[in-house]
């Protein structure tokens, strides 16, 4: 079935630690983002990406990086975590030939 | 660049009564409109969209009204239902290729 998967769905991790949240789609799509929510706050969008090797930074600065090797594929990696960190990270994506945007499940990260 | 208010931030309604949540955006290039709930612990979903050339959308108890001069569009809700009680987000952006901007959500509680 044509998805968004994120992975892991909730991490517990201590501060100093390098992370990889993991975001996959099914759907072919070309752009790709993530976004950081505390629950049920507003959306912010840390990094979008518009399709292979195309990274860019969001509106919300973060300490995070991503990177696009393959189109299915946006991780994005917390080199040393910290508590202000912990937030959910929410991954979506959005075919360049249509309007509508798809969320992923999320990922609870809370760094301890 | 774009920016897009949304009022109220928290709304209370009896089962069976109707909700409207507005929201206001600021460029006049935006063409598509998009409404997203989000249940709590669960990842925004599309419920409704609506592009520059309609000033409509009906879906069952759901629509969606837009007006082009004053640059605000408005979720309508009737005959609310206790699974209505979400956190909604409208966005604004253009058809081809801008990312979406998204309001601050607005909380709908529906009380029994």
């Known amino acids: 079935e044509a998805d968004i998967y994120q992975t892991p769905r909730y991490l517990v991790i201590g501060t100093g630690k390098k992370i990889t949240l993991e975001c996959s789609q099914t759907?072919?799509?070309?752009?790709m983002y993530w976004y950081q929510q505390d629950p049920g706050m507003e959306l912010h969008l840390i990094h979008y990406?518009?399709?292979?090797?195309?990274?860019e930074k969001g509106d919300l600065s973060s300490e995070s990086t991503v990177s696009r090797i393959r189109t299915e594929h946006f991780p994005l990696t917390l080199e040393s975590a910290r508590p202000s960190h912990t937030s959910q990270y929410l991954c979506a994506s959005r075919s360049g030939s249509a309007y509508e945007q798809y969320f992923g499940p999320g990922t609870r990260l809370t760094v301890t | 660049g774009e920016n897009v208010e949304q009022h109220p931030s928290t709304l209370s309604v009896q089962e069976g009564d109707s909700a409207v949540i507005k929201c206001t955006y600021s460029?006049?290039?935006?063409?598509?409109f998009p409404w997203y709930k989000q249940e709590l612990g669960k990842r925004p979903q599309l419920i409704i969209d609506?592009?520059?050339?309609?000033g409509e959308k009906k879906d069952q108890r759901i629509a969606v009204t837009l007006n082009k001069t004053a640059k605000h569009f408005s979720l309508h809700i009737t005959e609310t239902q206790p699974e209505d009680s979400a956190v909604y987000f409208c966005?604004?952006?253009?058809?081809?290729?801008?990312?979406?901007?998204f309001g601050p959500g607005t909380r709908l509680s529906v009380l029994p």
């Open positions: 966005a604004a952006s253009q058809l081809e290729g801008q990312n979406f901007v």
């Open positions: 609506i592009r520059s050339n309609v």
């Open positions: 759907m072919g799509h070309d752009k």
């Open positions: 460029d006049s290039a935006s063409n598509y």
């Open positions: 990406s518009y399709g292979v090797n195309s990274t």
